[in-house]
């Protein structure tokens, strides 16, 4: 989230992941993803330091005839922030974060191919180049009442993306939030936020080549807890404005329908504390993605998408300062026609399982 939790005079955490992800459809399709998340964090005082680095392996099979699968390395993220308490009663966070390129770049058609939709897998990157997001983050409370504002700007250095994108250089972005916190009493939370994000031109060999639509963001959530129960819910919604794209003259202009339909979110979590080392929860999650502008006859048209996600978990600290997680869930995505099946509706089943293992020093 965006407010800043209460840091530590000295903490090191280490986590470790295994996730797997399954998924195949009713035109045969299927894909598979291991993602192997190591992160550590150090926090001393008032700063925190944080590394994010990880192994996935991808397999990707196209109705038995196409198959592709590759792993490697992913960037690793690197996390700076320092939180300044009370400067004239306000509270203030500030972010460097950076992505270093260890991973995969210059994609072969192999490495192309493994790549999932995102709604599919989490993980739909090999590697990009080295980027810089410094980010502000403004924060104020009162009794019951907390206002947060933040903005940021991520510098993204060019790299080669693959044979045919050589000298690649993806546009700045730069993002605003807001957010409204209220607690009408210790067991409630009430939240909104807003945020508003801008991209600028991708370039390939110096010349523009794609723009971004604007990104609007509108959410609001709510949590209950009270012992033993924690409820969570979480409600968002996106709307993007028209891509810019390469004409045949070679400048780039507005496409002439929106090709992103609105996106609506529901997240819900409900948490029970079998006592004080171990604890079950389940969550529920829908996403529903409107039809693009185009019409139905447009090569560039994408129907309605909904998904429904059902999961179970387990945690439990061990030891004094060592805590496992198990998570496993189930999706349903169903597509109408789109761009890359625009003859036929279909529906993919999928199944994660996700283990992480957390130790204190």
């Given amino acids: 989230g965006m407010l800043p939790v209460a840091l530590y005079a000295k903490d090191i955490t280490c986590s470790a992941g295994f996730n797997y992800y399954y998924w195949e459809s009713t035109k045969r399709e299927k894909g598979q993803q291991f993602y192997t ?136 972005i730069w993002r605003v939030t807001a957010e409204f916190r209220y607690y009408p009493t210790d067991s409630w939370l009430l939240r909104l936020y807003s945020a508003y994000t801008w991209y600028e031109e991708d370039e390939v060999d110096g010349d523009d080549f794609y723009e971004p639509g604007d990104l609007l963001e509108f959410g609001a959530g709510i949590v209950y807890e009270r012992a033993p129960w924690r409820f969570s819910m979480a409600f968002s919604s996106y709307f993007r404005d028209k891509d810019r794209m390469e004409t045949a003259a070679g400048n780039i202009r507005n496409e002439d329908h929106n090709s992103y339909g609105d996106e609506f979110l529901l997240r819900n979590t409900l948490r029970y504390s079998i006592s004080e080392k171990q604890s079950v929860f389940g969550l529920l999650n829908f996403m529903r993605i409107e039809p693009n502008g185009y019409s139905h006859e447009d090569k560039f048209y994408r129907g309605r998408r909904q998904k429904a996600e059902a999961g179970l978990g387990w945690q439990w600290k061990f030891a004094r300062d060592y805590r496992f997680q198990l998570i496993s869930s189930l999706y349903l995505l169903h597509d109408e026609e789109t761009a890359d099946h625009p003859d036929s509706n279909r529906t993919y089943r999928g199944a994660s399982i996700r283990i992480g293992l957390t130790t204190h020093f």
Avoid: C
Wanted: glycine fraction near 8%; avoid cysteine; hydrophobic fraction near 35%.
């Fill in 37 to 172: 998340p190591i992160s550590i964090e150090v926090t001393l005082k008032d700063f925190t330091f944080r590394v994010l680095a990880g192994y996935m392996y991808n397999y990707y099979d196209a109705q038995g005839r196409d198959s592709h699968d590759t792993d490697d390395i992913l960037d690793t993220k690197v996390n700076l922030s320092y939180y300044a308490e009370d400067i004239l009663g306000i509270d203030v966070l500030l972010g460097l974060d950076f992505n270093i390129p260890t991973g995969r770049t210059n994609l072969s058609d192999e490495d192309i191919g493994a790549l999932m939709d995102p709604d599919l897998v989490p993980i739909t990157t090999w590697g990009e180049g080295f980027d810089v997001n410094p980010t502000i983050t403004f924060v104020k409370s009162w009794e019951k009442i907390v206002v947060g504002v933040s903005g940021g700007f991520l510098w993204r250095d060019e790299y080669d993306y693959s044979k045919e994108f050589e000298d690649y250089d993806p546009g700045d």
